[in-house]
């Protein structure tokens, strides 16, 4: 998977991508990430990248020349390659979005900042628009790199355990259930029975009934969506208020 990352602050990119899981993904071949400085496209004597907003009002636009020029020359004779704008009025980043751009060989991220873009970016340029939440970031800088993160981790190979992605929170519509590790005792509190019982299927209910109704208490939102077996329905059901 290769990233093109179009920024006016390529270098808010530097620490987050080079470290830990990201830094090996990118050692080992199976992500390369360019970052691209729009001011370095644009053409006037200042390298100007904004402007006053037409109509008046407040705060400054991202203007559209540099950032057309930007794209345009970085993608020139590719074609299928998703053009993403990150901004707050995009359809909503989730689990479902990052394995669908997962499955592109390369993607742009164009990073909004100040006020807002050039309408014409989203409308001319952009094939995408993508929020991470509904909150308003100072840029689209961090937004680009949440979505290089969940979906480089998604990559095949990019964790040690293949079976990771699978028992994610929202992999498949639910919240993960707690995790304990050494030791078995700490302040007094104990880990769970269970986990130390050996007894594989049965650890494996266990595992599921607590995404379930970990899912219910944090995110019953999320159940009316999720796949649920027949036996998770059951279990669920002992809960609902009579
Ligand atoms: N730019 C500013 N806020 C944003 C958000 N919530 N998501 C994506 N890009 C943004």
Redesign the pocket.
Known sequence: MHFDIFSLFPSMFRGPLEESILKRAQERGYVSIAVHNIRDYATDKHHITDDAPYGGGGGMVMKPEPIFAAVETVLAGETGVPIIL???Q?RLFTQAVARELAGYRRIALIC?HYEGVDERVGQYLATDE????D???T??EL?AMVIVDAVTRLLPGVLGDPGAVLEDSHADGLLEGPHYTRPAVFRGWAVPEILLSGNHAAIARWRREQALLRTLQRRPDLLAKANLTPQDRQFLAKFEPS
């Not at 993508?130 to 939440?133: A, D, E, L």
Request: no cysteine; hydrophobic share 40%.
């Open positions: 990150l901004t707050p995009g909004g993508i929020s991470i939440g909150y308003v970031l840029g689209g937004a």
